[in-house]
């Protein structure tokens, strides 16, 4: 298991966009939100006691800032979080080789919104003995 820690920064604009904007040269999106404009970036693999050090997030400010007037951050400082994931990025999906009855479904990294009613599909027809939607192999426990 590693660690991927995002960042995202709210900005208040006197001008808002209507759609997101991804700015893939740069690395970044921004996002209109309930909460202002979001400025977020990739993600780095840290360890555990590893300090927070935005560099991405500075970088997109001032590259989206070249773009548009981003206004006042709405916060004080940037927000950071960090997502379970595995070396190779893909989530774990399946029985526990050693414990009979136990399940595995995890490290969905920053994706596990948008890949879990997925997986979760996946998970509950490899439970009940079904056919799986998609071939399931890469998600296997114990892969390597």
């Known amino acids: 298991m590693v660690r991927k820690r995002g960042y995202h920064r709210h900005w ?11 700015d893939a040269q740069n690395g ?10 979001r400025l977020t970036t990739g993600a ?14 500075a970088r997109a400010e001032a590259e989206a800032g070249g773009l548009l007037d981003l206004g006042a951050p709405r916060e004080n400082a940037p927000w950071s979080g960090i997502r379970p ?11 526990a080789p050693r414990h009979p009855g136990l399940w595995f479904h995890f490290g969905h ?9 997925a997986s979760g ?13 998609v071939e399931a192999a890469a998600f296997r426990p114990g892969r390597r």
């Open 109 to 117: 990294g920053h994706q596990g919104f948008t890949l879990g009613p």
């Open 44 to 57: 780095e693999l840290a360890g555990p006691e590893a300090a927070t050090g935005p560099v991405q997030l």
């Open 28 to 37: 970044y999106v921004l996002a209109p939100m309930a909460a202002g404009l």
């Open 121 to 133: 599909r996946l998970l509950a027809e490899a439970m009940s003995g079904e056919t799986p939607m």
């Open 12 to 22: 208040r604009p006197a001008r808002t966009l209507e759609l997101p904007l991804l």
């Open 85 to 95: 994931c595995l070396p190779d990025m893909l989530p774990v999906i399946g029985a």
